[in-house]
T-cell receptor
């Protein structure tokens, strides 16, 4: 079955620690996106990538980093510089032809 | 600045009581408007794409419509399983790397009670 997978489902971060969230898709989509969702707020764009080896900052990129070495994968690293990382993180992908973004199941990040 | 506003923030309906959710937008050239359903603790599930004013899409008890300034998601005879948060997003015509990104509203939390 084609789709988007995110792992882990839950992630715990200690203060000062960098953590990496995984996002993989087998939909053959060119574009991939990372969003952050907080209670009572809309989805906020962190980073996005239209093609391999290229990515752009979204609206809240500070404290995060990404890479896009393969078409199928777009990992997100939450660095120690992100002072309020507790949130629900969503990965999505899309094709230019269809335009709609399809989402993974999400990763909930909690701070110890 | 592009903006998407959804109303109401929350809506409680009795089973069978039809209603509509609103999504108003201000973008400089609409490339597409998207509706999603999100259950608690899950990723959003894609429902519809609307491209131009006057367009309508239907799926079971849901019908989405689009005008030049807003979209409505009509829910006919809802059931408890329709309870979820419904998200609206727009995509604007842009250049280069901005093409393709979506701007989301905050959502409408729908509760349907038996």
């Amino acid at each position: 079955d084609g789709g988007i997978t995110q792992s882990p489902k839950y992630l715990f971060r200690k203060e000062g620690q960098n953590v990496t969230l995984s996002c993989e898709q087998n939909l053959n989509h060119d574009a991939m996106y990372w969003y952050r969702q907080d209670p009572g707020q809309g989805l906020r764009l962190i980073y996005y990538s239209q093609i391999v080896n290229d990515f752009q900052k979204g609206d809240i990129a500070e404290g995060y980093s990404v890479s896009r070495e393969k078409k199928e994968s777009f990992p997100l690293t939450v660095t120690s510089a992100q002072k309020n990382p507790t949130a629900f993180y969503l990965c999505a992908s899309s094709t230019d032809r269809e335009r709609a973004q399809y989402f993974g199941p999400g990763t909930r990040l909690l701070v110890l | 600045e592009d903006q998407v506003t959804q109303s109401p923030e929350a809506l409680r309906l009795q089973e069978g009581e039809s209603s509509s959710l609103n999504c108003s937008y201000t973008v400089s050239g609409l490339r597409g408007l998207f509706w999603y359903r999100q259950d608690p603790g899950k990723g959003p599930e894609f429902l519809f794409t609307l491209y131009s004013a006057g367009e309508e899409k239907e799926k079971e008890r849901l019908k989405a419509t689009l005008t030049k300034k807003e979209s409505f998601l009509h829910i006919t005879a809802p059931k408890p399983e329709d309870s979820a948060t419904y998200l609206c997003a727009v995509q604007a015509f842009g250049r280069g790397s901005t093409l393709g990104r979506l701007y989301f509203g905050r959502g409408t939390q729908l509760t349907v009670w038996p």
